[in-house]
């Protein structure tokens, strides 16, 4: 007889957040873990983490929800979506104990962030959004005044359906050019204190902005690229300064645009509104030849390419949280996973890194990332 499945969005659900604090050892971080009863009829745990000063608790592998905003004007997605696959994507991934999720005003032109809303109006308390502005394009055009700010924000207030983001990030401003950095901070303070949004931080352009955005704007929170192809973060000190001065830290590309899940290679053609056709061959080469490097090391373990690759990045206790983009379930469940298997063990970590600095990943100057 076949056991009837519960509805994703029952009482029992949404007791999930009520769990049994554990403390990882050799971590600062405690974790939260979760024992769900799925879809899936299976038992399964999230680990959470506490993002930096801000005192919001988020799952440690969160949505990336870049991708289900589709098709936006020019290259700059991963095209065309399904909106039925996108909302059961959401809707496992809360299922799954998934409770962080980062979009932005850009993403589908608010698309992204409709969905969201729609997906969650109902259990607004249950989840963590982060959300991004600024960024008009992905061709330079950009606007990081008060007023442009706070249209922003209304904005997405208005597609979220909600009344409050819980994260609101610039969205790769040019902060060694910006000359308005106090007239910004003065206006996501004042945000803040209305409760539009109960914490701010930056989506940086690349890790030495990071730098930046922590001794010259104060930022509490901090998107930025890191996986075991990009270590630039280790590099430059920025790793070490967020868990020193307590800035949460949200891990995005942790898959490398789809290259570390071994899906992908240098042969694969992408749509056209997909922005990995815009990158040069040389750089897919790289990307590619990079998963196959680091396969060696995921076989010693029964898990995916995927996995190894968000397990690396939770290995840090700085990371507050990792955030692949996921477009159907599947994605969703086998990257859950890496949570259940946990952070890798230091041997494999340093291994990572060990390839990582014998090798080029980059096309051009070794640490500049550019399309």
């Known amino acids: 007889m076949e056991t ?36 899936s009829d299976a038992y399964t745990i999230m680990n959470y983490r506490t993002l930096g000063c801000t005192g919001l608790r ?8 870049w991708g289900i905003g589709g098709v936006n004007q020019g290259a700059i997605s991963y095209g065309p979506t399904d909106d039925t696959e996108s909302r059961e994507a959401l809707k496992c991934a809360f299922d799954l104990g998934i409770t962080f999720y980062d979009t932005a005003d850009l993403y589908g032109h608010g698309h992204s962030e409709r969905l969201i809303g729609e997906t969650f109006k109902e259990i607004r308390n249950r989840v963590v959004i982060a959300s991004k502005g600024g960024l008009l394009d992905q061709n ?35 902060l060694a050019s910006l000359g308005n950095a106090e007239e910004i901070v003065d206006t996501l303070q004042s ?17 030495d902005d990071g730098l930046l955005a922590i001794e010259h704007f104060g930022a509490n929170v901090l998107q930025v690229n ?32 789809g290259f570390l899940t071994g899906r992908y290679t240098a042969e694969t053609e992408f749509g056209a509104y997909d922005h990995r056709s815009r990158w040069s061959s040389e750089q897919l080469d790289l990307w590619s030849a990079a998963n196959q490097r680091f396969s060696t090391i995921r076989r010693t373990e029964d898990q995916t390419d995927a996995q190894l690759a968000l397990r690396y990045c939770l290995s840090y206790p700085a990371v507050s949280t990792a955030i ?29 890194e060990e390839v990582y600095n014998a090798h080029q990943f980059y096309a051009g100057e070794k640490g500049v990332l550019k399309p």
């Open 191 to 207: 945000l803040e204190r209305a409760g539009k949004i109960r914490s701010w931080g930056i989506s940086v352009r690349c890790p």
């Open 226 to 257: 890191f996986n075991m192809a990009d270590q630039r973060m280790l590099l430059n000190g920025l790793m070490g300064l967020c868990e020193t001065k307590r800035v949460g830290l949200i891990c995005r590309t942790p898959l490398c645009f």
């Open 4 to 39: 009837k499945k519960e509805p994703i969005f029952t009482a029992i659900m949404l007791s999930r957040l009520s769990c049994q604090g554990i403390t990882e050892k050799g971590s600062s971080n405690v974790h939260n873990r979760c024992f769900d009863h799925a879809s």
């Open 58 to 65: 988020v799952s440690e592998i969160g949505f990336g929800a």
């Open 324 to 352: 692949p983009g996921m477009l159907r379930k599947q994605h969703v469940e086998e990257n859950v996973d890496a949570s259940y298997l946990g952070a890798l063990a230091e041997e494999k970590r340093m291994k990572i």
């Open 140 to 174: 330079g055009h950009q606007d990081f005044s008060p007023a442009h700010i706070e249209m922003s924000v209304d904005g997405s207030l208005k597609r979220l359906q909600s009344d409050y983001i819980d994260v609101y990030q610039l969205h790769d401003p040019p």
